[in-house]
């Protein structure tokens, strides 16, 4: 069964403090790993598609790191705005077809000024 | 503006009631799903669309039925809830299952639904 696994739970940094999220994933075939940004209230919201072991993406102050056990999102130089819950699922390979992601329970992320 | 809607944004509900979630996207996206988003189980999928015309189980499909007569519209009926359907539900929508580069979900805002 895939699993998806998310660390810390919450986290509180000071604006400009550096930090990572872990997401551990135990997946057969995996097709693809999904970072989403969450508000409250809000639906998830996509942030980057990581395919393959060494693939990394930007946006912004947030890249997204894959290997072949985990992902990180490392955040750098946050800002209050930064705030939110962030997600993780996994893609794995094709079970009667369709895209069947497997989510992680979320990093609640705070930053503080 | 593009994108997925869902209604209604919150709904309070007997138990033993009969409930449509309504789901609309406008991306021409193949397929469409619905999860369900509860404290500390994060989101699961009840069931998906790979396209119009089919349907497939999620990982909790019980007390739950959907359809899909077009690519737009993919609704989500409770049949009889139960106080255990209390949760937030998000429609999600994506390109093209199966092929590299269509495979990112899109989330609509979310309906609350309150079973008592």
């Known amino acids: 069964e895939d699993q998806v696994t998310q660390s810390p739970e919450a986290l509180r940094l000071q604006e400009g403090e550096s930090s990572s999220l872990n997401c551990s994933y135990t997946?057969?075939?995996?097709?693809?790993l999904f970072w989403y940004r969450q508000d409250p209230g809000k639906g998830p919201e996509f942030l980057f598609t990581?395919?393959?072991a060494g693939e990394e993406k930007e946006k912004e102050r947030l890249k997204a790191t894959l290997t072949k056990k985990e992902s990180f999102l490392h955040i750098t130089a946050p800002k209050p705005e930064d705030s939110a819950t962030y997600l993780c699922?996994?893609?794995?390979?094709?079970?009667?077809?369709?895209?069947?992601?497997?989510f992680g329970t979320g990093t609640q992320l705070k930053v503080e000024l | 503006i593009a994108g997925i809607t869902q209604a209604p944004t919150s709904q309070i509900l007997a138990a033993g009631r009969r409930m449509t979630l309504r789901c609309t996207q406008d991306?021409?996206?193949?397929?469409m799903y619905w999860y369900r988003q509860d404290l500390g189980l994060g989101l699961r999928l009840i069931h998906y669309?790979?396209?119009?015309?089919?349907?497939g189980k999620g990982e909790v499909p019980d007390g739950y039925s959907v359809s899909r007569a077009n690519t737009d519209d993919f609704p989500l009926t409770l049949a009889s809830a139960v106080p255990s359907q209390t949760s937030v539900y998000f429609c999600?929508?994506?390109?093209?299952?199966?092929?590299?580069?269509?495979?990112?979900?899109?989330f609509g805002p979310g309906t609350r639904l309150t079973v008592l």
């Open positions: 669309s790979n396209t119009a015309g089919t349907t």
């Open positions: 997946v057969s075939g995996l097709r693809g």
């Open positions: 699922a996994a893609l794995g390979g094709l079970t009667g077809g369709g895209n069947k992601l497997t």
């Open positions: 991306m021409r996206h193949n397929a």
């Open positions: 990581l395919y393959s």
């Open positions: 999600a929508s994506s390109h093209r299952p199966g092929l590299a580069g269509g495979n990112e979900q899109f």
